[in-house]
């Protein structure tokens, strides 16, 4: 599928910063950024598609996406990073807290590793990253940040209780995080995406008939792409939001 045809002026020079850019929705919301213009910073653990992703988009984009390598479960380096981006890219505007891993654990074999891992993954690096980037945000007269939840924790899924926890947390973390940043003019916006069908989630999780089993419940009957979800963010880091904080925005083709 082709990203949005929708231009957005305001957002060219815009610095983004994207976290899990290298594949699947990251890697999708980093080209649809960047062919707006905007100044795109990404991070990754994963250094092939990441750099493969760099080298595909340079000579198309008029600034090349900058990669950055690094553990978001290291909060410790976390605002050295962000420090890092923000100064690659010029000025951090934006902030997309899209990296996110929906491991499937069983009730019974959950512990409390991996309880906090998947928290860690999932919802731990969201306030953090959030925190180092307000600074920059500041400096630039406001910003917008933009939180991948999910309809996950509201489906009743058995098999993903930690993941399922972290997607709801990041809901109410968006809501705090509005009502604090405001005065300063930042907003920051919950996205909430329904099936998204990429590599990795048919290489995992996905066959078929699960993909049909959630198209027949969607009113859309469009299979959810990567690049469905560009769309949406442009919107909220664009200044057509200018006046949209503290709200979930669910992408999902009308299940809910």
């Known amino acids: 599928m082709a990203l949005p045809a929708a231009q957005f002026p305001d957002l060219e020079g815009r610095g983004v910063l994207v976290t899990g850019g ?4 990251g890697a999708a919301l ?3 950024f960047a062919r707006q213009g905007a100044r795109v910073a990404f991070i990754d653990i994963a250094e092939t598609a990441s750099n493969a992703l760099v080298d595909q988009l340079a000579p198309i984009v008029g600034h ?11 909060t410790q380096s976390l605002a050295s990073i962000v420090d890092s981006a923000a100064e690659a890219v010029g000025s951090l505007s934006v902030l997309i807290n899209n990296a996110a891993r929906d491991d499937r654990q069983l009730l019974e074999e959950v512990t409390e590793a991996s309880w906090d891992e998947s928290l860690a993954i999932n919802l731990r690096h969201v ?25 996950a924790f509201m489906l009743n899924m058995g098999d993903i209780p ?3 926890a972290a997607k709801a947390g990041i809901v109410g973390l968006t809501k705090s ?5 405001g005065p300063d003019d930042i907003r920051v916006n919950a996205v909430l995406p329904g099936m998204v069908v990429t590599e990795r989630q048919k290489k995992l999780w996905l066959d078929d008939a699960a993909i049909a089993g959630m198209l027949e419940k969607q009113c859309l009957k469009h299979t959810l792409v990567a690049e469905d979800m560009v769309g949406p963010c442009l919107y909220l ?3 057509c939001s200018a006046r949209m904080t503290a709200q979930t925005m669910i992408i999902d083709g009308g299940v809910f």
């Open 22 to 25: 290298g594949s699947g929705i």
């Open 30 to 32: 980093v080209e649809g």
């Open 64 to 74: 090349a996406p900058i990669f950055i390598r690094a553990d978001l479960r290291d």
């Open 127 to 151: 306030f953090f990253m959030s925190q180092a980037a307000v600074p920059h945000m500041r400096r630039a007269g406001g910003g917008s940040i933009i939180n991948f939840s999910s309809i």
């Open 162 to 164: 930690a993941y399922a």
């Open 177 to 181: 995080l509005a009502g604090k940043l």
């Open 237 to 239: 880091a664009s200044d």
